[in-house]
């Protein structure tokens, strides 16, 4: 498809004038995805130094920075419960294909997908891009967010990319590190530095043409915004939610410090004389001289319990947006309630149909963008055209284990299911049910035996209020 922004004025011209007049704007935007990826990768300790530190006294902060916590990540661990689409890998119709059915294997797919998954859903948008490697000659995938990336929008339709550009670094024949950016409209690519001055992309393309006739990339919108192409807000609750968490904790730790060590005080005509450092130890008593001296401790007490209350609170507070909440972090699939599992399904299941929508589309476009790319260098028929789809995974149900256990007893007492299958319910590495079948007999008959023997297995495995029957064993 033709770009009009580009129909009377050549890439260059338009380019120029994007990077002038958003500067400050691409700036802004880029460094906001940056601090949403550092949080994501456990590298947000700058981040929160920055934002505590115009809040105290600078030499209070000196003291204060040392407890610094980013250990409660919210954003990574939300960002990690909620991309399911990709926990168990999808089904590709793909046909006969052998071509793309190795395309798809050396690429490692799903794993590539589950990243995707991921990127998408901590910053709304992310671009994939299908490139080409000469020297394998193989398809290429390379992840772009808008930590690195920049758009240009189509006329009319603000939502699309008429060109792209980023950023790349590497090292030159001296080993010293360059940088220069890269430049893709439908028709035209090449490499332009930071005073926007253009170069060709390689040498063999003097003419800065892009071999594939079209933008080399597929876009991912999670949450689009009508008539933007980046949704920078989307989830901004949960990225300044795990900032002040990470404040909250910091300034607890700090607390530890005071109810361990009380705060001394001294009154003395000779008090400006008395050093600001004194040695506090039970072993080494303090001199203080001068008429009516007198030394005491400031006993400050503060609530440590009910502070992580406090802070357990505001965490629930913005994970109930995503169908989630602290105790889902902190207990086992075993210890979680059958009632927070419940919601726990629901806020996924939801999440789930709302997104899948947009992984379809993404999946056939890439599908589609590999055979262009695959057939720009192998030939036009190299991968024919396919009637591709895909099934996606059905999502796991999480249960309560004593449910689950109860519905399996019922389903097997009225003959919904046979001991077999009852059996590899609760045991799935077990696919055959004749050996499952076996198994449970003989697991019945050696329970029936060491019964036989005397022993009360309700006593050692059913829990302590289980009595001793007559025949019970005694030492």
Same mark, same amino acid.
């Given at each position: 498809?033709?770009?009009?922004?580009?129909? $009377?004025?050549?890439?260059?011209?338009?380019?120029?004038?994007?990077?002038?007049?958003?500067?400050?704007?691409?700036?802004?935007?880029?460094?906001?995805?940056?601090?949403?990826?550092?949080?994501?990768?456990?590298?947000?300790?700058?981040?929160?130094?920055?934002?505590?530190?115009?809040?105290?006294?600078?030499?209070?902060?000196?003291?204060?920075?040392?407890?610094?916590?980013?250990?409660?990540?919210? !954003?990574?661990?939300? !960002?990690?419960?909620?991309?399911?689409?990709?926990?168990?890998?999808?089904?590709?119709?793909?046909?006969?294909?052998?071509?793309?059915?190795?395309?798809? #294997?050396? %690429?490692?797919?799903?794993?590539?997908?589950?990243?995707?998954?991921?990127?998408?859903?901590?910053?709304?948008?992310? %671009?994939?891009?299908? &490139?080409?490697?000469?020297?394998?000659?193989?398809?290429?995938?390379?992840?772009?967010?808008?930590?690195?990336?920049?758009?240009?929008?189509?006329?009319?339709?603000?939502?699309?990319?008429?060109? !792209?550009?980023?950023?790349?670094?590497?090292?030159?024949?001296?080993?010293?590190?360059?940088?220069?950016?890269?430049?893709?409209?439908?028709?035209?690519?090449?490499?332009?530095?930071?005073?926007?001055?253009?170069?060709?992309?390689?040498? $063999?393309?003097?003419?800065?043409?892009?071999?594939?006739?079209? %933008?080399?990339?597929?876009?991912?919108?999670?949450?689009?915004?009508?008539? %933007?192409?980046?949704?920078?807000?989307?989830?901004?609750?949960?990225?300044? &939610?795990?900032?002040?968490?990470?404040?909250?904790?910091?300034?607890?730790?700090?607390?530890?410090?005071?109810?361990?060590?009380?705060?001394?005080?001294?009154?003395?005509?000779?008090?400006?004389?008395?050093?600001?450092?004194?040695?506090?130890?039970?072993?080494?008593?303090?001199?203080?001289? &001068?008429?009516?001296?007198?030394?005491?401790?400031?006993?400050?007490?503060?609530?440590?319990?009910?502070?992580?209350?406090?802070?357990?609170?505001?965490?629930?507070?913005?994970?109930?947006?995503?169908?989630? #909440?602290?105790?889902?972090?902190?207990?086992?699939?075993?210890?979680?309630?059958?009632?927070?599992?419940?919601?726990?399904?629901?806020?996924?299941?939801?999440?789930?149909?709302?997104?899948?929508?947009?992984?379809?589309?993404?999946?056939?476009?890439?599908?589609?963008?590999?055979?262009?790319?695959?057939?720009?260098?192998?030939?036009?028929?190299?991968?024919?055209?396919?009637?591709?789809?895909?099934?996606?995974?059905?999502?796991?149900?999480?249960?309560?284990?004593?449910?689950?256990?109860?519905?399996?007893?019922?389903?097997?007492?009225?003959?919904?299911?046979?001991?077999?299958?009852?059996?590899?319910?609760?045991?799935?590495?077990?696919?055959?049910?004749?050996?499952?079948?076996?198994?449970?007999?003989?697991?019945?008959?050696?329970?029936?035996?060491?019964?036989?023997?005397?022993?009360?297995?309700?006593?050692?495995?059913?829990?302590? $209020?289980? &009595?001793?029957?007559?025949?019970?064993?005694?030492?």
């Amino acid at each position: 498809m033709s770009v009009d922004l580009f129909k $009377d004025r050549s890439a260059e011209v338009v380019l120029q004038s994007y990077l002038k007049a958003k500067e400050k704007e691409e700036e802004k935007r880029r460094r906001a995805a940056n601090e949403r990826l550092s949080i994501f990768n456990d590298d947000w300790v700058d981040i929160l130094e920055t934002m505590m530190a115009d809040q105290f006294n600078p030499e209070n902060w000196k003291n204060i920075k040392m407890a610094i916590n980013t250990s409660q990540n919210i !954003v990574k661990k939300v !960002v990690g419960e909620i991309s399911i689409i990709y926990k168990d890998a999808p089904v590709r119709n793909i046909g006969e294909n052998e071509i793309l059915s190795d395309i798809y #294997s050396y %690429l490692n797919i799903d794993e590539f997908m589950k990243r995707v998954n991921k990127y998408g859903t901590l910053l709304n948008d992310v %671009l994939i891009r299908v &490139g080409w490697d000469a020297y394998l000659e193989q398809i290429t995938l390379d992840l772009h967010t808008p930590a690195n990336t920049s758009v240009i929008q189509r006329d009319n339709y603000p939502e699309q990319a008429a060109a !792209v550009y980023y950023k790349v670094e590497y090292a030159d024949s001296a080993f010293q590190t360059k940088s220069e950016n890269i430049f893709w409209s439908d028709f035209e690519h090449f490499k332009f530095d930071d005073k926007g001055n253009v170069l060709p992309p390689t040498d $063999d393309n003097p003419d800065k043409e892009n071999p594939f006739k079209v %933008l080399p990339f597929v876009v991912l919108h999670l949450n689009p915004i009508p008539a %933007l192409f980046w949704n920078t807000s989307g989830g901004n609750d949960l990225i300044d &939610g795990t900032k002040l968490i990470g404040m909250k904790r910091t300034l607890k730790d700090y607390l530890y410090k005071w109810q361990s060590f009380k705060q001394p005080w001294v009154r003395a005509q000779n008090a400006d004389k008395i050093p600001d450092k004194m040695l506090s130890d039970p072993s080494k008593p303090w001199k203080i001289w &001068g008429e009516g001296s007198e030394v005491g401790f400031l006993d400050l007490q503060a609530d440590i319990r009910q502070l992580d209350e406090t802070i357990k609170a505001d965490m629930n507070a913005f994970l109930n947006i995503y169908g989630l #909440s602290t105790d889902m972090f902190a207990a086992t699939p075993d210890q979680s309630s059958g009632k927070a599992l419940e919601v726990k399904n629901r806020g996924l299941r939801d999440l789930r149909q709302a997104q899948l929508p947009y992984f379809r589309n993404l999946e056939y476009d890439l599908c589609e963008m590999i055979r262009t790319v695959y057939n720009t260098y192998k030939g036009e028929n190299a991968i024919p055209e396919i009637e591709f789809s895909i099934d996606f995974a059905e999502m796991d149900v999480f249960t309560d284990p004593m449910e689950k256990r109860n519905q399996a007893q019922w389903d097997l007492d009225h003959g919904l299911i046979s001991p077999a299958q009852f059996y590899m319910m609760f045991n799935p590495d077990c696919e055959n049910e004749d050996d499952a079948e076996k198994i449970i007999i003989d697991n019945m008959a050696k329970t029936k035996d060491m019964q036989g023997k005397g022993f009360n297995l309700q006593k050692y495995f059913g829990g302590a $209020d289980a &009595g001793f029957n007559q025949g019970d064993v005694t030492k």
